[in-house]
Structures are given as C-alpha cells and as structure tokens.
C-alpha cells in the first residue's frame, strides 16, 4: 500500500533553525551551558542540603488530618474530647479471645489488663471485668472481650504513633495458646496504614528504578544518557521532599503526601528529562554544536516542560478549595515535587548535558533513534489523514466503553479493611466485628442537652439499622450527654451512611440542639464535603486549562477540542477505576480486597491529577505540531511531522511513567494503589487512544479551523512562538 501520495504531506525529517536570540528559553540555556561548573556546584550543595531533610521527612509527618474542618462530626470530635475526655470515644482497644469462656476462666484476661498498664503512655485500662454488663465490653459470645486504653498524647499528630507503640507492646506479650490479642480502632488502623505506606514507598523506589532504567536505555542506546533523567527526578524530588519537610515546621502536613509527591515527581520529572536529553541529540544529530543544539531544546522542549508543569501545578492547586488538611498536603506535596523536578530539568540538566560533551550522544555509526522511528509514526499518520472519520469514531468507541461504568460509580470512604490482614489493627477488627456485630466498629456518638436524651434514644431506637441506643455518659459541664448509637453495618457500608443521613434528619426536627458525630459520620462528612466541592474544583481546574490552551496555541479550537479530549480520557480512567475497584473485576491480579465503591476523593483529586497529567503529552504535541506550523505553514504536514518527531519520545515517556505509576500502585495499600493503577491505564490511553487516534483524526478532519481565534481576541492574548 503506497502510503505517501499527493494527499499525504512529506515528513521527511527537517532540522530546526536556530532560536532567536531574545527567546527567553534559549537564554536561559546559554546561561546554564556558560556557566554550567556553577550551575552544578549549586545543585549538589541543593541535594547535600536536601538528603537529611528528605530521608528524615515521615518523621515530620501526621497520620491525622482527615476531618472536614467545620463539618458537624469535627464539632462532636471536639466536643467529646473537650467536655467527655474520660468517654475516651478514641482510645484504641485490645481485642482479645480465648477458647474457654472468660465467666469460668477469667485469668489470661486478668493478667492482659496488668500488663496493658505498663504499656507505653498509658494513662488507663478499662477492665472488663469489672465493669457491668450494659457497658459492652465483653461479648455474646463470652469468649471474647475489648480493653480501652487511654494513651497520653497531646496532638493528633502523636495519636497514631501512639497506637503503634500500644501495637508493639500487645504483639511482644506473651498469652496461652488458643488466647489472641489485637490492637484496633481509628488511630491503629492509621498507625498500621501509616507503616505499610512508608514500606510500600520503599518499594515502590526499588520496584520502579530498574523498569525506568532499563526503559531509558533501551531509548537512548547508552547507559550514560539513560542514567540522567532517572538522577535529574532523583535530585528534583530530594529538593521537593526538603521543602515539604521545612513546611511542616509551621503547619501539619499529612503523611500521605509522601507517596504521592514521590510517584509524581519520579514519573513527571524522568519524562521532562526525557523530552530534554532526547531533543538535544537530535539537535546535536542535525550538525548544531552543543550550545546551539541546548538553545534550541529549551526553546522547544523546554517550553513545553515548563507548560506541562505550570498545568499539572494549577490543576493540582484546585484541591485546595477542599477544607481538608490529608488532601491540601498531598496536593502541596505533588506541586512542590513537579516544581523541583522542572527546576532541575530546565537548569540543572542543561549545565549536564553541555558538560558531558559527546558522551550523551548516539555513537557515529548509528543514525539518532528518534529519527530512525518517525518514519514509523509517519506510515500511522497518514492513515489517520487519509480516513479521519473511521479512526475518530474507533477512538470515540474504545473510549466512550470505558467511560459507560463511571456513571455508575459509588463513592465511600475506607475502613480498617484499607490495612491489610496480618496487621494487628485489621486482625483486631476482624475480631470485633465477629463477636460485637460490624457495627461496634465504629458507633456514633450523639451530643445532645440532657434533657433531650431519651428523645435521641427513642429515635434513633426506631431506626431499622440501629441495635443499641444508650446514654453512656455523666452531663457534663455544658448539661449536654452522650448517646452512643450501634448500627448493624460497617463504618465503610452505604447503609451506615444512609443511617446517618435518615438520624440527622430526623434529629433536626426532634432534637435540633443534637449533633451526630463519630467516625462513620466523619466520614460521611468528609464524603459531603469532597463531592460538594468538586464540581467548583472541575470547574477551575477547566477553566484555567482552557486559557493556558488559548494563551500557548492562540487557537479556540485547539482550546476547545484539547478540554474535550482530556475530559474523556479522564471520564475513562474513572470508569476503569470503577470496574477494577468498585466492582472488583481484576481485583484478584492486583491482589487487592475490593472495596465495594471508589474512594470518595477520586472524583476531585484524580480529576485534578489525571487532568494536568493528560495535559503533559498534549502539550508536548501541540506544541511539536505548533512548532511545524509556524516553520511550514501547512497544516496536514504539521501534524504529520509533528506527530511523527514525538512519536518515539512520547511511547518511551508513557511506558516510564506507566511503570512508575505500576510500581507504586502494586506496592501499597488500597488508596495507592487505587490511584497508581488508575493513572497507568490513562497515561496508556492518552498516549495511545488520544495521541494516535483522536488528535491526528480530529485536527485532520478541521484542517486549517484548527487555528482559528477570533480577531478581537487575537489583539488581547499574549503571543507565544514555537517556531524560531
């Protein structure tokens, strides 16, 4: 088939010119190659600095920060803590049971409850065997018992840490056989989450370093070359960790923001660095000299760097509009690790490249790879130009199936089930839920005056999902009391939600002056919260998106149809995410639990990761499309060239980042994991379904539309060259 005719434009490899001297990026280049010996003297002082900070930073961070600040169950949080501290609503228990009856054989308990008193920060044990019966602490089945005890800590920051230590301590005592003991409760299950994230972390370096490594060469040819992205991300990231450690001096600051700034930072900053060291050899390639061939990367793909990672920042700055302390520090995370990783790339790996001389190079007797392949893209290419239509609607297809399941995604907020089995904090849980009913788990807490007690009880005693309702508290101060409410299901169940939705409201008329808290409802308010502010986060995120599109390209269309795409795509990730995580299918080969629904801040947060991230390959083929443009001023060969000169770099940057994302997925905990494998599949679709189907397709069937921009809007908006 003769793939090259009169309708199919050349695209035939063609040498950039050189940038102009006033293009601010080629300045920036020359300043760095001139003055590269300082440039990286300053960099490894950066990195010196940095190490202590970075290695020290988890030390620095909470395991606290997921109430929606303002929200009803924070009001009940901290009216429990201020006016009912020895209610001890938060204290994590000690799960224990034994084969015989404890009524008949009470000893292994007994002496339990003396060793939990020299447990470390031990301020209490509650004994269940001397407290009465209506306090429930020993269950139906009399085998098995709970033991509250209250820990000394003076923050949120130290209370998982706490129950950590209370873990340890439980784990090292020594019971008869056929006894068990387990830690659980709110502060357990995030102290046992916390050290599976930081192992995970671990990893997930290890997991994905080789993969990368071996991708890099495989790209470049040369062990040299392929080193230098994965150390330049190495070097951006120790810097972003630094900084995150220097805020949390003045503000807590999740520990979550670990591993999701680690994961970004590497995949985002290998891919600058690739872009980088790729279009500098084949500028070098073409016959320019090292300061030439720098200026004109940076100008090119330095620019498109610098774009991507001012989107992905913007985008990620939406979750800020979220009064939640765990998602505001892992957005902040990621942008300070996409920040220092565009740092690097645009200073540091510019000085490297210039240093390094020829060694960076394709060996002279082998063609630059990048060139080798675009006439591998351009076969592609003109299919696509030729038969538009067919190709968009194959990719509109593949993407609206995956799209379909995220209309009916359900949203939740983790339990104990989010750690692992073979934790002390999930193994005591599995315990309770079995002889208490799931519901003890986690019940609410209902702070009313007193005299409104018995109306609370009586409600919430009506409610078909409730199996006891009792005050279990002295008035306090106030003249308020606490009603403890146990419902039949779990705390991550939608039937608890749906109870504490039928309560409150139900309590609004009853009792106005009762406020229904606990940890389902913290999490039902924090559910609230995520999705009510995420159409306002979407909608900033877009926003902003379109006018960085309409500033870079100066084109409504480009604009306009770029938002489409990436909307899709993302609209597929969140259907994949749903089939995988919600409905458990392939849950098996990523040996996970399934959750029954999707994390209930994946609507905003992947939205605003997934968005910037998409935008990342977008950008740079834009831009290479732009650049052709603006040097031939012919559209079908622009994008046939543009296309064809990113289409290597673009594949080699997708399987990195997929790996990267992989690897940090298969290593962690369910939300790790829920986000990892759900940014692998849309990197692969972008770079696939989007690049090689919808844009060449869509751009094809506009032709030279693609570049229309009103005339009294072309007179207000900035101008922005790609060509030189």
Do not use: C
């Not at 030439?292 to 940076?298: F, H, Q, R, S």
């Not at 064809?644 to 994991?673: D, E, S």
């Amino acid at each position: 088939m003769k793939l090259i005719t009169h309708s199919s434009p050349s695209v035939e490899h063609q040498p950039s010119a050189l940038p102009g001297a006033r293009v601010l990026f080629a300045r920036l280049a020359a300043a760095m190659a001139r003055h590269r010996r300082a440039v990286i003297l300053v960099w490894l002082v950066v990195a010196f600095a940095a190490a202590p900070l970075a290695m020290t930073l988890s030390s620095a961070l909470s395991g606290a920060g997921w109430d929606a600040q303002g929200s009803t169950a924070q009001q009940v949080r901290n009216e429990l803590r201020r006016d009912f501290p020895a209610l001890g609503v938060e204290n994590p228990v000690v799960v224990y049971r034994q084969r015989a009856p404890i009524a008949s054989d009470p000893r292994v308990l007994q002496r339990l409850v003396t060793e939990l008193a020299s447990a470390p920060r031990t301020r209490s044990v509650a004994d269940p065997l001397s407290m009465p019966a209506e306090a429930g602490l020993i269950a139906p089945d009399g085998r098995t018992a709970i033991v509250p005890v209250a820990l000394r800590v003076a923050s949120d920051a130290q209370r998982p840490v706490a129950a950590g230590d209370l873990g340890d301590y439980v784990a090292r005592l020594r019971l008869t056989p056929g006894s068990r003991a387990n830690v659980t409760g709110e502060w357990p299950v995030w102290s046992d989450f916390n050290r599976m994230n930081a192992e995970a972390l671990h990893k997930a370096e290890l997991l994905s370093g080789l993969p990368s490594l071996v991708l890099l060469f495989i790209a470049f040819g040369a062990l040299l070359a392929a080193g230098l992205p994965l150390v330049l991300a190495l070097a951006g990231i120790a810097a972003g960790f630094a900084l995150l450690h220097v805020l949390s001096w003045a503000t807590p600051l999740s520990v979550w923001s670990m591993n999701f700034s680690m994961m970004i930072g590497l995949a985002v900053g290998i891919d600058y660095s690739l872009f980088i060291v790729s279009r500098y050899r084949e500028e070098r390639a073409e016959g320019k000299d090292a300061l030439a061939a720098i200026e004109t990367t940076l100008a090119t793909a330095g620019k498109a760097v610098s774009l991507s990672a001012l989107t992905v920042v913007l985008s990620l700055a939406a979750v800020f509009l979220v009064p939640v302390m765990v998602f505001r520090s892992m957005a902040l995370g990621m942008i300070l690790s996409v920040v220092a990783v565009a740092l690097a790339a645009l200073t540091l790996l510019p000085a490297v490249l210039v240093a390094l001389g020829d060694r960076v190079l394709v060996t002279r007797t082998k063609r630059d790879p990048d060139i080798v392949a675009e006439g591998r893209w351009a076969r592609w290419t003109g299919v696509a130009l030729r038969r538009p239509g067919v190709v968009l609607a194959i990719g509109l297809v593949v993407l609206g199936t995956l799209v379909l399941p995220a209309f009916g995604m359900r949203l939740g907020m983790p339990g104990a089930r989010v750690v692992d089995r073979g934790q002390t904090s999930r193994d005591g849980y599995d315990m309770l839920v079995h002889a208490f009913g799931p519901g003890a788990a986690a019940p609410l807490f209902v702070t009313v005056p007193a005299a409104d007690a018995a109306k609370v009880v009586r409600v919430a005693s009506q409610d078909a999902n409730v199996v006891d309702a009792r005050v279990v508290a002295e008035p306090a101060s106030t003249g308020r009391v606490v009603v403890r409410v146990t419902g039949k299901t779990a705390v991550d169940d939608s039937r608890t939600s749906t109870m504490i939705d039928r309560l409150r409201t139900e309590l609004d008329t009853a009792v106005p002056a009762a406020k229904v808290g606990g940890p389902a409802a913290q999490n039902r308010d924090l559910t609230s919260v995520l999705v009510g502010r995420a159409p306002w986060a979407i909608g900033v995120i877009l926003l902003v998106a379109f006018i960085l599109l309409l500033v870079v390209f100066r084109s409504l269309i480009i604009a306009v149809t770029s938002i489409l795409m990436n909307v899709v795509t993302v609209g597929a990730a969140f259907g994949f995410a749903a089939v995988v995580f919600q409905h458990g299918i392939g849950a098996g080969i990523l040996v996970i639990e399934h959750q029954g629904f999707v994390d209930a801040w994946a609507p905003l947060f992947f939205f605003a990761l997934l968005f910037g991230l998409s935008m990342d390959y977008q950008l740079f083929l834009l831009a290479a499309i732009r650049e052709r443009y603006e040097a031939t001023g012919d559209t079908r060969r622009a994008i046939a060239q543009g296309i064809a000169r990113t289409g290597r770099p673009i594949t080699n940057a997708a399987l990195i980042m997929i790996a990267v994302f992989v690897a940090f997925g298969v290593t962690g905990p369910i939300p790790p994991t829920e986000l990892g494998v759900t940014l692998a599949m849309a990197v692969l679709l972008d770079a696939t379904v989007v690049r090689v189907l919808l844009v060449p397709a869509t751009m094809a069937l506009l032709g030279e539309r693609n570049w229309y921009l009103p005339r009294w809007l072309a007179r207000v908006l900035p101008t922005v060259h790609f060509s030189h």
